[in-house]
């Protein structure tokens, strides 16, 4: 008899803050850069007529206790939209089924974050003066969550979207106001965060300033696409969460030129490469999300979980 246990969402949130999962994500990308992690392709289902998008992930670190698939969904017809998801959990020594994480997402959201705080750790200027955020969904928000663990003294921040309903009560959550224009939340920014499923550029190269941070976390499909590609051909330093994923379905595949020089996260991370040597340095993270960020939090979630939480369900 195998003995699996349930964890749901209010579980999973007592124990992963953003701060812990942020150590988590950047401990991942490094064993993923230097070849110590499992990650298969991801697996993309769409359902058109409810604006859906379907994500498969999964991935194994080596010398960790488990290993995890997660499925996250997103849909967007609906307002807010609606995001779900699950992580099923299995012993990496005999394979069996340990827990199934009904988080509703929330793992997703917070690694998400995690892989911005951990961008903006080595590539956003030291001093942050202003913010812009584009996008106003659950992104929005947990992109700023982690900033202000990396980098607690912000400045002004400034919201844009395209749904003015939407952009005012993003705001109100993060501390925000909100802007008329992509260009005018831009402008003068020194970290600039995108988290939108456009399939067009919002940002301009003309309105991002010398010494600027990109995180750019929507692009993570064929097609998706926030960024002008000349920011890349601008940028001094082009990190990406995954190389290859990047290549395929992040900024990275409208300026696919700049491949050759971009570098992977973990590499900064682990010293082997530069991130931000300068604060007028132009610096963009590529991120679209990869397995091992979820193995990462999925283990942190059961090493810290008390022993009372959760339910126990006998197989």
């Known amino acids: ?3 699996v246990r349930i964890l749901r969402a209010d579980d999973v949130r007592e124990v992963l803050p953003m701060t ?8 991942a990308f490094v064993a ?18 409810a604006k ?3 994500h498969v992930k999964a991935g194994h670190i080596h010398g960790a206790p488990a290993y ?9 017809g609906l307002d807010p939209a609606a995001t779900d998801g699950l992580v099923l959990v299995f012993d990496a020594t005999t394979g069996a089924p340990i827990a199934i994480l009904l988080d509703g997402g929330l793992i997703t959201d917070t690694r998400t974050g995690a892989a911005g705080g951990v961008a903006a750790r080595w590539l956003a200027p030291e001093t942050v003066d202003v913010v812009a955020v584009i996008g106003t969904g659950i992104q929005a928000r947990r992109q700023v969550e982690a900033l202000r663990c990396v980098r607690p003294e912000l400045g002004e921040i400034r919201v844009w979207g395209r749904d003015m309903d939407r ?7 993060i501390g925000a106001m909100v802007s008329d224009s992509v260009q005018e939340a831009v402008t003068g920014a020194s970290v600039v965060i995108t988290a939108t499923a456009s399939r067009e550029p919002l940002v301009r190269s003309a309105w991002v300033t010398p010494g600027a941070h990109i995180t750019a976390v929507g692009s993570d499909g064929v097609g998706k696409q926030e960024l002008d590609p000349e920011l890349l051909r601008r940028a001094d330093v082009v990190a990406v969460d995954s190389l290859d994923q990047c290549r395929r379905l992040g900024e990275l595949q409208h300026a696919l030129g700049e491949a050759d020089r971009a570098v ?6 682990a010293g082997e490469a530069a991130g931000r040597t300068s604060q007028d340095q132009l610096t963009i993270c590529d991120l679209t999300g990869v397995g091992v960020q979820d193995v990462a939090a999925a283990n942190a979630v059961l090493a810290n979980a008390p022993a009372a939480a959760g339910q126990w369900l006998e197989l």
């Open 1 to 3: 008899m195998t003995r």
């Open 20 to 27: 812990l999962c942020i150590e988590a994500v950047q401990a």
């Open 32 to 49: 993923y850069s230097a070849g110590e992690a499992e990650l298969p392709s991801v697996i993309h289902l769409d359902v058109p007529e």
């Open 52 to 54: 859906g998008e379907v």
């Open 68 to 76: 995890a698939v997660k499925v996250a969904s997103g849909f967007y």
């Open 167 to 173: 952009a005012m009560r993003a705001a109100h959550d």
């Open 264 to 269: 992977e996260l973990g590499r900064i991370c």
